[in-house]
């Protein structure tokens, strides 16, 4: 495969929720980019590179040209004004607004308070036995939330009938809910059927972390180039 | 721009808000800027009115503020602020610019995600269980530095006499009460963050940022 550069760089670690969110959009949009892995359990964001990417150490990071924007949401809005093929947000404001809820949840009431440094001062702080619950305690607050939010707008997916932002950062929480966290998903019947929807989704499932060139997998490994495109055959 | 109490049936716009709550002193702050006035409802967070099957209705999560226009009802204050710049574009809170809109957006993220959660009522709780009052206090003063610190390398090179120009825009509008509270609650030094403490000096002599203050609220404790 040619290695022509590729316009779109994408700095991110396989297992991030925040970095998958934005490999599921950058799918959808049919946008080719560079993957480029940053190993967070090695400490390489805090290598001076990185630092100067992004300050405060996260994934994941878009490189588009001379633009550089850090902050899954920022990107989210980034990409979404940039390249509109495929929106990824509803005209209607109301609806709208219920994406952006959603995300939020996500992004500030669940994520943060299970990413890897919280879990760290959890373990060292208070004790090992701590940081599954923990993390357990809040997803699944988090989730009955969005049960009670999606309840009586939730179509095929999230917010309707056609995947919109709200499901981007859904289906990566939902999937480390279950695979790290063992979430008890039969108490969540909504984002139970929805899973199921974003499992039918090449766009979503090519974006996994087990299906990154940095996971550990089998799959992962066998992938000596950092390049990565996915073509959008819808 | 001060909020009406109770009363004005005319006003379409309804904030239910807690003083104190720093996520809904953003909205108060931008409503301001817009020159929108609105009706202020109080949940009162202390008393557990956040738990009522009413409220509960409004925000499944139990969290201000909520803000209700018409039919529309809008919580969390990232998507309220989204749906507000975009259904009153007037006295704009992003910037056309697509490095510097997506600076403030980052910005607004990082005190929304990475500093404002860790500090919330259930986790200091949680903490002060676990670990203690002094590691609770450490904790929290950890994660607040962290977070200014980011925004300090950050906004270096962007900074004018708001976090990202010469205007307010939307990290100003999360700035403001961010520091407010890190500071009078939490004691942090702000002389580590001279970049941060510049741009709040600023922000804190807005007469909207004033109006939209914790203690200038009606459901305020003296």
């Given at each position: 495969m040619a290695h022509e550069e590729k316009k779109l760089k994408l700095y991110s670690y396989w297992r991030s929720s925040c970095s998958c969110r934005i490999r599921i959009a950058l799918n959808l949009k049919g946008l080719e980019y560079q993957y480029i892995p940053v190993n967070l359990l090695k400490g390489e964001q805090f290598s001076p590179e990185f630092q100067?990417?992004?300050?405060?150490?996260?994934?994941?990071?878009?490189?588009?040209?001379?633009?550089?924007?850090?902050?899954?949401?920022?990107?989210?809005?980034?990409?979404?004004?940039?390249?509109?093929?495929?929106?990824?947000?509803?005209?209607?404001?109301?609806?709208k607004a219920l994406n952006f809820q959603a995300a939020n949840i996500v992004c500030s009431s669940i994520q943060p308070l299970q990413n890897l440094a919280v879990l760290k001062y959890i373990e060292e702080k208070a004790s090992p036995d701590e940081k599954?619950?923990?993390?357990?305690?809040?997803?699944?607050?988090?989730?009955e939330a969005l049960e009670k939010l999606l309840k009586d707008h939730a179509g095929i997916y999230a917010t309707g009938d056609e995947v919109f932002m709200a499901d981007l950062f859904l289906a990566p929480q939902v999937h480390a809910g279950i695979k790290r966290f063992n979430v008890d998903m039969a108490k969540f019947p909504l984002l139970s059927r929805l899973n199921e929807a974003y499992s039918e989704l090449p766009h979503f499932q090519n974006a996994m972390p087990e299906n990154q060139p940095d996971s550990p997998s089998a799959w992962g490994s066998m992938a000596n180039s950092s390049t990565k495109s996915i073509k959008c055959h819808k | 721009m001060a909020p009406k109490d109770g009363g004005e049936a005319s006003s379409k716009l309804v904030l239910y808000s807690y003083w104190q709550s720093s996520c809904s002193w953003r909205v108060r702050f931008a409503l301001n800027l817009k020159g929108l006035s609105y009706e202020y409802k109080a949940v009162n967070l202390a008393k557990g009115e956040q738990f009522t099957p009413e409220f509960e209705k409004l925000n499944p999560l139990h969290f201000v503020p909520v803000l209700v226009d018409g039919?529309?009802?809008?919580?969390?204050?990232?998507?309220i602020l989204m749906y507000l710049e975009e259904k009153y574009p007037q006295r704009t809170l992003l910037p056309a610019d697509p490095q510097q809109k997506a600076?403030?957006?980052?910005?607004?993220?990082?005190i929304s995600s990475s500093i404002q959660p860790l500090l919330m009522l259930s986790i200091l709780k949680y903490l002060e269980e676990k670990v203690g009052l002094e590691e609770r206090l450490l904790f929290v003063q950890t994660n607040i530095e962290k977070g200014f610190l980011a925004l300090e390398k950050l906004l270096k090179d962007f900074v004018g006499k708001y976090a990202t120009g010469e205007e307010v825009y939307m990290a100003d509008v999360f700035m403001a009460p961010q520091i407010?509270?890190?500071?009078?609650?939490?004691?942090?030094?702000?002389?580590?963050f001279p970049t941060l403490s510049r741009i709040y000096e600023s922000q804190r002599a807005l007469p909207e940022f004033l109006a939209a203050s914790p203690e200038r609220q009606p459901d305020a404790v003296h």
């Open positions: 100067k990417l992004n300050p405060i150490g996260y994934v994941p990071v878009l490189v588009d040209g001379d633009i550089v924007i850090s902050d899954s949401f920022a990107i989210f809005m980034y990409l979404e004004e940039k390249y509109p093929q495929h929106p990824l947000l509803p005209s209607d404001l109301q609806k599954i619950p923990w993390a357990k305690r809040h997803i699944e607050k988090g989730f | 039919d529309v009802v809008v919580s969390d204050s990232y998507a600076l403030n957006l980052q910005v607004a993220s990082i407010a509270v890190a500071t009078e609650r939490f004691k942090i030094d702000m002389s580590k």
